[in-house]
């Protein structure tokens, strides 16, 4: 299952994002990851969001933390 309305900001070594890629294969959902270490995934995050904080899901423009949150609506989704 795919999503072109959101993608998710990480950061390796995060356990928290770490436990929302995990719930994404298990669950079959494919979403674009933009890793903060890279180009100008940080400054973009925080323009969207406020903070550099990890995992952060945007849907349709708007961020969402927390990864048990972001858990809980993408179960919503399918």
Do not use: H, W
Not at 13 to 31: D, H, K, S, T
């Amino acid at each position: 299952m795919t999503f072109d309305n959101m993608y998710l900001y990480v950061k390796p070594g995060c356990p928290f994002c770490a436990r929302v890629e995990r719930y994404l294969g298990n669950a079959g959902i494919e979403l674009e990851l933009r890793n903060i270490l890279e180009g100008t995934n940080r400054d973009d995050l925080i323009a969207v969001g406020g903070k550099a904080q990890v995992p952060c899901l945007i849907v349709d423009g708007k961020p969402m933390y927390e990864s048990m949150d972001i858990i809980k609506f993408l179960n919503e989704q399918i």
